[in-house]
C-alpha cells in the first residue's frame, strides 16, 4: 500500500491566506523532510523534523510520529509560495533511502 | 561557492544510445543518491552511495549504472536497456554523519529526454 500519503493533491490559495497540508506514513520514521519544489524543478529544503514543531518564517511543521503523520503550515501565503511541497520519510530498515509522497501542488493567486 | 551541481541541465538523447549524467559536490558529504522523477509524480530513488567504491541499488535500478570512485562525483549512466529514460533526475547527498539519518540537500537536476 501506499507508504508515504500527502493531501489534498491540490490547493488553490489566495494570498494572505493560511493552510495545512498533511502527511501521513505508515511505519515508524528516523527521518521525515518536507520539501518545496520550485518551478524549475529545484527542491529547496524546509524542515528536517523527525519529531516535534518546528518554525521558519511563516512557515511551521509539526511531526507527531507516534501517531504516523506530518503538518507543515503556511501562513501568509504569497505568490512566491507556489510550486509542489513533497514530504518524504526514512524508515529504520532503509538507511538513506528517501521515499517519497505524491506532493501537493499548490497555487497562490494574487 | 559551496554546493551539489548536475549538468547539463537539458540532455536529448535517441533511442538505444547511453547517456551519462554529471553529480559534483564540494561540500565534504559522504552519502549520495540519484533520483528520478516523472510527471506528477514523487521522487523515486535508482541507486545510493554510502563511501568511495561502494554504492546500492534503489527502487529502480535496471537500466542505470553507476560509479564512486571519487567522494566528489557520482555520475549516472543512463543505459540503451532503460525502457523509459525520459524524466527529471536529481542528484542528492547528505553530510557526514552524526548518525546514520541525516537530512538530504538536492542538486538542480537534470531534465532527459528522449527522441
Known amino acids: 500500500g501506499i507508504q508515504v500519503e500527502q493531501s489534498p493533491p491540490d490547493l488553490i490559495l489566495q494570498e494572505g491566506a493560511n493552510s495545512t497540508l498533511r502527511c501521513n506514513f505508515s511505519?515508524?520514521?528516523?527521518?521525515l523532510q518536507w520539501f518545496h519544489q520550485n518551478p524549475w524543478g529545484q527542491l529547496i529544503n524546509l524542515f528536517y523534523i523527525p519529531s516535534g514543531t518546528k518554525q521558519n518564517g511563516r512557515l511551521s511543521a509539526t511531526t507527531v510520529a507516534t501517531e504516523r503523520y506530518s503538518l507543515l503550515y503556511i501562513s501568509s501565503s504569497q505568490t512566491t509560495d507556489s510550486g509542489v511541497y513533497f514530504c518524504?520519510?526514512?524508515?529504520?530498515?532503509?538507511?538513506?533511502?528517501?521515499?517519497f509522497g505524491a506532493g501537493t501542488q499548490v497555487v497562490v493567486t494574487p | 561557492d559551496g554546493g551539489i551541481t548536475q549538468s547539463p541541465k537539458y540532455l536529448f538523447r535517441k533511442e538505444g544510445q547511453n547517456v551519462t549524467l554529471s553529480c559534483e559536490q564540494n561540500l565534504n558529504h559522504d552519502a549520495m543518491y540519484w533520483y528520478r522523477q516523472d510527471p506528477g509524480q514523487g521522487l523515486r530513488l535508482i541507486y545510493y552511495s554510502q563511501i568511495v567504491n561502494d554504492f546500492q541499488k534503489g527502487d529502480i535500478a535496471e537500466g542505470y549504472s553507476v560509479s564512486r570512485e571519487k567522494k566528489e562525483s557520482f555520475p549516472l549512466t543512463v543505459t540503451s536497456a532503460q525502457k523509459n529514460p525520459t524524466a527529471f533526475y536529481l542528484c542528492?547527498?547528505?553530510?557526514?554523519?552524526?548518525?546514520?539519518?541525516?537530512?538530504?540537500?538536492f542538486g538542480p537536476g537534470t531534465r532527459l529526454t528522449v527522441l
Open positions: 542528492a547527498s547528505t553530510p557526514p554523519g552524526t548518525g546514520f539519518y541525516n537530512e538530504q540537500f
Open positions: 518524504a520519510r526514512e524508515t529504520t530498515d532503509s538507511w538513506g533511502k528517501l521515499q
Open positions: 511505519d515508524s520514521v528516523n527521518n
